[in-house]
């Protein structure tokens, strides 16, 4: 995930556009569902889109609440 301007970096309260964390969701989602324990999944899509792992579990939580695909 990309920073967008008003952030100096991808931690920032800002979790940048919904498209990317929709992205980040469903690569969690594929993850786990290849049977990958939460916590590792989480570290491993952290690692893909350069994120951190707080910020992989609210990007998780917001998917969740929303249902965003793939659900």
Request: net charge negative; hydrophobic share 40%.
């Amino acid at each position: 995930m990309q920073p967008d301007q008003t952030n100096t970096g991808p931690d920032q309260t800002n979790t940048g556009p919904e498209a990317a964390r929709k992205a980040v969701f469903a690569a969690l989602v594929t993850i786990q569902d290849r049977g990958v324990p939460v916590a590792a999944s989480r570290l491993k899509v952290a690692e893909s889109f350069g994120v951190s792992v707080e910020l992989v579990a609210q990007v998780e939580r917001e998917g969740l609440d929303k249902q965003w695909p793939p659900l």
